[in-house]
């Protein structure tokens, strides 16, 4: 019996990482995810947004914020060029949720580079390395949140969640008190409506995602997102934030890494078109970090797409 769900899993992995390019896009739920929240469209690069002007960006999504106004150069205001970041030593502890199969060990860059820049940081492994009920996993996450408070002293935290690990971390701040301990929210890569890879498993004769729990509440269309999509997407006072990349392999379609009512949603490539960013290469990327760092520092944002 152990070795059979052992095969069934691989069998779930294995699928789960072939990219789903071929699969049909759903559209957003929103009227027209930007790039980020300055007016921008998926398609949009760095140049074109910093020529749209204050026009296009008055055209945004509803919910959406402008960005910061360019320089004439088209290059990144003043505010940000300098990448000049101070972190106050009574900062919000920040905790790097991970997602699914996602070891903390696989984590350590990005929070290593939190730490080089002056954050208090920890990683939450999630339960059983994510394969159970992502609901469970969310009451064991507000757990965390209460030892790191106390530990710390901090009344808030802030949180970067890749993969599942977002969703676990929405579903706490939704329906487990969270909207009172999260100051920031930034998922990386999260299927936060769902993704037509988890649903393909189908397809491919293995059932119902092998069974693996976590894979069918991140089915399109599971009841589990029905219900965590329901009414408002950003509760609480958070700054929320979501990236996505083009080419993310398992989040399909790339929109559905996106949320509704006024979250900042950032496409890499809607950015820097040249950047190449994977699922898992979200944790890893400097380019993305660039927008963790600008979101936990309460800065604009403007993706450096040069950096390491």
């Known amino acids: ?37 300055t007016g921008q469209s998926d398609t949009a690069d760095r140049t074109a947004a910093a020529q749209a002007g204050a026009a296009d960006r008055a055209a945004a ?13 088209g290059s990144a205001p003043a505010s940000v060029a300098g990448e000049a970041f101070t972190v106050a030593a009574n900062a919000n502890p920040v905790i790097v949720v991970g997602g699914l199969i996602g070891v903390s060990i696989a984590y350590e860059p990005i929070a ?42 901090a009344a808030k935290v802030d949180i970067v969640a890749h993969s599942e690990g977002g969703l676990v971390s929405r579903w706490y701040v939704k329906f487990l008190g969270g909207a009172d301990a ?7 890569g999260s ?3 769902g993704t037509y890879v988890a649903n393909i498993l189908n397809v491919v004769g293995l059932g119902s995602c092998a069974g693996i ?20 997407d950003t509760p609480g006072a958070l700054r929320w934030t979501t990236v996505r990349t083009w080419q993310d392999e398992l989040v ?37 970090y ?7 520092t309460d800065r604009p944002i403007w993706p450096n797409c040069f950096a390491l």
């Open 1 to 37: 019996m152990l070795l059979r769900t052992i095969l069934a899993a691989t069998a779930a992995l294995a699928v789960l990482l072939v990219p789903a390019t071929a699969v049909q896009a759903a559209p957003d739920r929103s009227t027209a995810a930007p790039a980020a929240t």
């Open 61 to 73: 999504a509803p919910g959406t914020v402008a960005a910061p106004a360019p320089a004439p150069d």
């Open 112 to 153: 290593a580079r939190l730490r080089a820049d002056g954050f208090r940081v920890s990683i939450y492994q999630l339960p059983g390395l994510g394969f159970g009920d992502i609901r469970e996993s969310a009451k064991a996450f507000r757990s965390y949140v209460d030892q790191v408070r106390a530990s710390t002293g």
């Open 182 to 188: 999260v100051g920031r929210y930034v998922s990386l």
């Open 191 to 193: 299927p936060q409506q």
């Open 213 to 232: 729990v976590a894979c069918q509440q991140m089915s399109i269309g599971s009841d589990f997102l029905a219900n965590l999509n329901g009414g408002d």
């Open 252 to 288: 399909r379609p790339v929109g559905n890494a996106s949320l509704a009512d006024g979250a900042t949603n950032v496409l890499i490539q809607g950015w820097c078109p040249l950047r190449v960013v994977g699922h898992l290469g979200l944790v890893l990327d400097g380019t993305t």
């Open 290 to 296: 660039t927008v963790v760092r600008q979101v936990l």
